[in-house]
């Protein structure tokens, strides 16, 4: 048997149980453009994107499972292909497979003090260096603008405009703060 023959027989034969297999799809469904798993980047990024794409579906499990291999590249496409015949029976199954295979793309979300060592490069703009620090910050899942504030602050030059910016005190804080004092 050939590769193409070899190929043909594969994709004849499917992962799903009989009853996903035989269900018929939704007349009016039309293909959903999702973003195509590569293999590559995190799959509960990919299964979470997917879900929403679908969540006027999420009802239906069958459809569920049977359209979430047209979101697959080749080589996530490979590891469809080669799960056992008729051992996919319900969606959860699914991603749960999908991801114990793909675990080891996982993104590791940063711990918080990343942004403590988050500081401006020689000759980096502030608009590069904010573009980074933002990207950190929800990546590690903000929260607490005090926090983003006071490391943003730390990994400026100390001699540099913005920095002198961000730690002066407003106009009138003075009074303001003598005022609540009592004086």
Same mark, same amino acid.
């Given at each position: 048997?050939?590769?193409?023959?070899?190929?043909?027989?594969?994709?004849?034969?499917?992962?799903?149980?009989?009853?996903?297999?035989?269900?018929?799809?939704?007349?009016?469904?039309?293909?959903?453009?999702?973003?195509?798993?590569?293999?590559?980047?995190?799959?509960?990024?990919?299964?979470?994107?997917?879900?929403?794409?679908?969540?006027?579906?999420?009802?239906?499990?069958?459809?569920?499972?049977?359209?979430?291999?047209?979101?697959?590249?080749?080589?996530?496409?490979?590891?469809?292909?080669?799960?056992?015949?008729?051992?996919?029976?319900?969606?959860?199954?699914?991603?749960?497979?999908?991801?114990?295979?793909?675990?080891?793309?996982?993104?590791?979300?940063?711990?918080?003090?990343?942004?403590?060592?988050?500081?401006?490069?020689?000759?980096?703009?502030?608009?590069?260096?904010? +573009?980074?620090? *933002? #990207? !950190?910050?929800?990546?590690?899942?903000? $929260?607490? @603008?005090?926090?983003?504030?006071?490391?943003?602050?730390?990994?400026?030059?100390?001699? +540099?405009?913005? *920095? #002198? !910016?961000?730690?002066?005190?407003?106009? $009138?804080? @003075?009074?303001?703060?003598?005022?609540?004092?009592?004086?």
């Amino acid at each position: 048997m050939d590769a193409m023959s070899r190929a043909l027989h594969g994709a004849a034969w499917s992962p799903f149980s009989g009853d996903i297999e035989r269900a018929q799809m939704p007349s009016r469904f039309a293909r959903l453009p999702f973003n195509i798993y590569d293999g590559k980047t995190d799959p509960i990024e990919h299964i979470s994107h997917y879900i929403h794409m679908m969540s006027l579906h999420s009802y239906n499990d069958v459809l569920m499972c049977k359209v979430f291999p047209s979101s697959l590249d080749s080589i996530a496409l490979r590891w469809f292909n080669g799960l056992r015949k008729g051992f996919i029976h319900t969606f959860a199954e699914m991603i749960q497979e999908f991801g114990v295979w793909f675990v080891t793309c996982s993104r590791v979300p940063q711990p918080v003090d990343a942004l403590l060592s988050m500081k401006m490069k020689v000759g980096e703009t502030l608009r590069s260096y904010a +573009s980074r620090y *933002w #990207e !950190l910050y929800n990546e590690i899942g903000g $929260g607490n @603008e005090k926090i983003a504030v006071s490391t943003f602050r730390m990994g400026l030059p100390e001699d +540099s405009e913005p *920095w #002198e !910016l961000l730690t002066k005190k407003p106009p $009138g804080h @003075e009074a303001a703060h003598e005022a609540h004092r009592g004086v």
